[in-house]
């Protein structure tokens, strides 16, 4: 099926007049990854060529995701699973920019982590030289609300990390709370606040932002955000692969996180309409989010490429 604008001046939609320009303009394509690359477990059609022809051709990729539940080592494996090499030094996940933040920041070694979230915000922060609790351990914890109960948190907490949890309980929402409220100087970070993403190739479920209004809400503060449309990532992108950013194209499937991350940097920007975003939503005159281009998916480059 193929899709026409309605906007007129700002975005484009990708064509054989206007491709090669764009290709020719851009040495690296930033790619999400939900909605973008995969659905849940399910690669979408194409896009193991595409890549393939990309490489071919001399550009770089790099995925840049804001799932948290996963490390860079975890979202190799899936990306392997699926039929893709890619090397964890080309993934940029939201839990590795949590544990990159605390480390450009001189966080201390013997202050502790909370984490409201996956095991990849756990492995990521190991592997940056931190403790991190929580997770998937106080998965099926409680909180009692017996009488004279007090709920005892660790003092040495320096900072509490959200992102998406499956597991999300009230235990983990106290402990969070408290380690914010109480601690002196204990940072809120959030992975990412998406609305909702795809975890199943069949619908859209509650995303991160869901559990970080959580605990907005219980500690009447605003979190530190590390994943897109914040520039964090980018910082450390640009320092591994020298690439201007007026060079990448970001390709993503939401104009809140991925474009608009894309456009913060001064990247060119695509929107493909595989995930979130419908053709509707992008037209809809209160969207004031507009990508440089759109397509329907990203394995409409392979027949640009041919044409």
Not at 212 to 225: D, L, R, Y
Not at 260 to 269: D, H, P, S, V
Request: a negative charge; charged letters at 20%.
């Amino acid at each position: 099926m193929e899709v026409e604008s309605s906007t007129a001046g700002a975005m484009q939609l990708l064509s054989p007049r206007n491709f090669p320009g764009v290709f020719d303009s851009v040495d690296a394509f930033l790619f999400d990854c939900d909605g973008v690359i995969w659905k849940g477990d399910t690669l979408i059609d194409g896009v193991s060529r595409t890549l393939d022809l990309l490489r071919s051709k001399g550009k770089k990729l790099v995925f840049v995701t804001n799932n948290s539940t996963k490390s860079r080592r975890q979202n190799a494996k899936k990306f392997h699973s699926l039929g893709i090499s890619v090397s964890e030094d080309e993934i940029f996940s939201s839990s590795f920019a949590a544990a990159m933040y605390l480390k450009v920041n001189d966080f201390p070694q013997d202050k502790k982590v909370y984490v409201i979230g996956g095991e990849g915000i756990i492995e990521e922060l190991q592997l940056a030289g931190y403790t991190g609790l929580g997770g998937p351990e106080d998965g099926k914890k409680t909180a009692e609300w017996t009488s004279n109960c007090l709920f005892e948190h660790d003092k040495s907490v320096g900072a509490v990390v959200v992102g998406l949890d499956p597991f999300i309980n009230y235990y983990k929402l106290q402990y969070g709370t408290l380690c914010i409220r109480e601690n002196p100087g204990c940072l809120f970070i959030a992975t990412n606040r998406d609305a909702v993403g795809h975890m199943t190739d069949l619908q859209e479920w509650p995303g991160a932002g869901c559990m970080v209004a959580a605990i907005c809400g219980s500690t009447q503060k605003e979190p530190i955000v590390v994943g897109k449309p914040s520039t964090f990532m980018m910082e450390f992108l640009l320092k591994k692969f020298q690439i201007d950013c007026s060079r990448m194209c970001m390709v993503g499937d939401r104009l809140d996180t991925d474009i608009l991350f894309g456009q913060n940097a001064g990247c060119k920007t695509l929107l493909v309409l595989s995930g979130v975003t419908t053709l509707s939503a992008l037209q809809d005159p209160t969207n004031n989010i507009q990508p440089d281009y759109y397509s329907n998916k990203v394995s409409d480059f392979l027949d640009l490429l041919e044409a």
